[in-house]
């Protein structure tokens, strides 16, 4: 009878110690990093402070269970080029997963496809030799550039997201563009509401990269 009881106290020991020293690992190893690079639609422009996209995601995967820490690498009027310019830059905050949402400028411009694509691809890429799971956030082109031309652009997303094997979210401004009740005056750039719906929408998406991530031991 003693001997079971103290069999039964040490495994309960062992069991407590076990606990602590996992809650020691994860405390140390800290919130996983989510690196959101991209344009005004990532910084979060015309907004206040705690409205714009970063710190909107950041409280809904928090209110879902998840210790993250989402990361603004987000410059209003930025090209592609100038997010591939600025990535290692962003990778001196050691991201765990990214969110890359890029092309919307190039495309405001006119800026060619071809250009848009080699940058984007050249940020997989990078990405991809640091081992960084991503999730690619696609853009659409205004019709008003022409059949050729959107053709040519919105093809850019699904061709680089199969090339890469990353998971693609084929419109960011998705249940947002187009609707003035989700943006600011300019009709471009979405107000709280508006980002609160894109949220919404790609949120299922980041956690299942997270989740990913989580099962492979990243």
Request: proline share 5%; no cysteine.
């Amino acid at each position: 009878m003693a001997r079971r009881l103290f069999n039964a106290a040490a495994a309960a020991l062992l069991g407590v110690a076990v606990m602590a020293l996992s809650a020691t690992a994860s405390a140390a190893n800290g919130p996983v990093r989510v690196l959101a690079l991209g344009d005004s639609l990532t910084a979060g422009y015309g907004l206040g402070d705690g409205q714009g996209f970063v710190p909107q995601l950041e409280r809904a995967l928090r209110a879902k269970g998840y210790d993250v820490t989402v990361i603004n690498a987000g410059v209003s009027g930025d090209t592609t080029a100038g997010g591939l310019s600025r990535l290692d830059w962003a990778l001196g905050d050691k991201p765990d997963v990214a969110l890359v949402e890029l092309g919307a400028n190039d495309m405001l411009r006119g800026l060619d496809p071809a250009a848009a694509r080699a940058n984007l691809d050249a940020i997989l890429g990078r990405l991809k030799e640091r081992n960084i799971p991503t999730l690619l956030a696609g853009m659409y082109a205004s019709a008003s550039y022409g059949r050729a031309y959107t053709e040519r652009f919105n093809a850019i997303y699904p061709e680089l997201a199969a090339k890469h094997g990353v998971p693609l979210y084929p419109f960011f401004l998705d249940g947002v563009a187009t609707d003035a009740a989700m943006n600011q005056g300019d009709g471009i750039h979405p107000n709280a509401a508006g980002v609160k719906v894109i949220v919404e929408r790609i949120l299922p998406h980041v956690t299942r990269l997270l989740d990913n991530r989580a099962r492979t031991g990243g």
